[in-house]
């Protein structure tokens, strides 16, 4: 629990500090900040393979008295794919600068920040498995505080038309300082950098599941990145900021997911799986209640996050709300999935919902606007949960194990209930007294509930 609430300290600090990055900048310049992030995330999946990610917690099960030294071969792994793309990259910048519309310096922070970033995921993954959270949390404090406080003082002292670049110059290199300590800390520990046994498992786990991560990326970034091919970065920034909003919440998700997931792969080895339907249920219901609230005052926090130039994006927030728990089901699945090692149905899966999703962008952006990116988002990730249950019955059956897991006749009944209200409150929207009188009696009914409320709460906890 301790490794949710610090990662819900970190990101609900970077968030509360977008609007004043937003009233410093024009959207042409946030927009900057939104394209690198959507390039990096795709340029990752490829030169960090996701080795912090899958495949990390099952090495460190696997390779039970060996954990530092499998770290320091993955950390190696990563600095020799962004090598290899360095010197393809630099011959042929100018046409890859070019497409991605960013130059050549924040294209080579992006490669250093990449190796850095895979050093501190998995070096905080490292820690979670021994639950050593004092260093954990040391790191992520120091890293919540002076990112913005750096950045704060880089874009007033730039001149307008640059702040962007200056902001995403500002947190990737504080970012990189931290990440290279923390990588000379565990090539030192680990000193087996090129360890052939783990390179091969690692390589072997994660090089098929490659197109899973550059779909789930896809999900992820192409909206935006096509918002700006079609419309203009003013648009992608406006998208990325209500993406903001609807998106911190997975960062909850995440934290959830990866503190709870050693507890899950640990009561499957036991053969005690039903204890995790009660624990899905109550996140289920957490997350959703969580959802509705930010899908309630989404004109307020997005007037706080923007101000007036940002207020349009206010229709995007529901139905990536909706897509967010969405999510949240399709991860319940994938963990199966990655604890049996089974990567092709997951693969498949993944692919033909991102392409329903470029497919549906290409349609929709020229036409209706970046509005109907948040609608082709929404019909992608319902495709895309759909597979990955189908992949998860299919792979319990071929393991000879009862469907006993999930309580599936809940959790959508979860859904389809938090589908319903969500709908129900956009067109409240401009009917602020309306909006407020019933976010004011969600709350008595959970201060009245809070006991209840309480339990669920100490469920997950248990959980974690």
């Not at 900057?32 to 960090?48: A, G, K, Q």
């Not at 992608?236 to 959830?256: D, E, K, Q």
């Not at 319940?332 to 990655?338: D, L, T």
């Amino acid at each position: 629990m301790v490794y949710t609430i610090c990662n819900l300290l970190q990101n609900g600090i970077a968030f509360l500090t977008v609007p004043i990055f937003t009233r410093l900048t024009v959207p042409e310049e946030m927009g900057y900040y939104t394209v690198y992030n959507s390039v990096e995330n795709i340029l990752m999946i490829f030169l960090t393979l996701n080795l912090a990610y899958g495949s990390f917690n099952t090495a460190m099960s696997k390779f039970e008295d060996k954990r530092d030294e499998y770290t320091s071969s993955v950390d190696m792994i990563c600095i020799m794919l962004t090598l290899a793309f360095l010197v393809i990259y630099l011959p042929f910048r100018s046409f890859f600068n070019a497409f991605v519309k960013l130059p050549t310096e924040l294209m080579l922070l992006m490669l250093g920040g990449i190796v850095m970033k895979n050093a501190m995921s998995c070096w905080t993954s490292r820690q979670r498995y021994d639950y050593r959270y004092k260093s954990v949390v040391a790191v992520s404090l120091l890293i919540t505080f002076a990112c913005p406080i750096i950045s704060y003082f880089a874009v007033i002292n730039t001149p307008s038309g640059l702040k962007g670049i200056a902001y995403v110059k500002a947190i990737n290199i504080t970012e990189i300082v931290v990440g290279s300590v923390i990588l000379a800390i565990c090539l030192t520990k680990g000193k087996q950098p090129f360890n052939k046994e783990f390179w091969k498992y690692a390589l072997r786990f994660n090089i098929p599941l490659i197109p899973y991560y550059l779909s789930q990326s896809i999900f992820n970034v192409s909206d935006r990145m096509m918002i700006d091919h079609y419309i203009g970065k003013d648009k992608s920034a406006i998208y990325g900021t209500s993406y903001t909003l609807a998106m911190i919440l997975t960062f909850v998700l995440n934290a959830i997911n990866n503190s709870y997931l050693p507890w899950l792969y640990r009561k499957m080895k036991a053969g005690e799986r039903k204890d995790n339907q009660k624990i899905a249920v109550y996140i289920a219901i957490l997350m959703s209640v969580l959802l509705v609230f930010v899908v309630a005052l989404a004109p307020e926090c997005i007037y706080f996050l923007g101000g007036e130039p940002y207020l349009e994006a206010v229709w995007v927030v529901p139905p990536v709300a909706i897509s967010l728990l969405l999510l949240f089901y399709s991860q319940m699945f994938i963990n199966i999935e990655f604890f049996y090692e089974e990567k092709k149905r997951l693969v498949y899966g993944t692919a033909v919902a991102a392409v329903l999703n470029v497919v549906l962008n290409v349609f929709a952006i020229p036409r209706f606007g970046f509005i109907s990116a948040a609608y082709t988002t929404l019909a992608s990730y319902m495709a895309f949960a759909g597979m990955n249950y189908i992949s998860y019955k299919k792979t319990i059956k071929d393991e000879g194990i009862p469907n006993d897991l999930y309580d599936m006749k809940k959790m959508m009944i979860i859904l389809a209930v938090f589908t319903a209200v969500t709908f129900l409150i956009m067109p409240l929207y401009n009917f602020y007294l309306v909006r407020y009188i019933i976010i004011l009696a969600i709350m008595i009914i959970l201060f009245i509930k809070r006991k209840m409320v309480m339990g669920i709460i100490n469920k997950i906890r248990e959980g974690n």
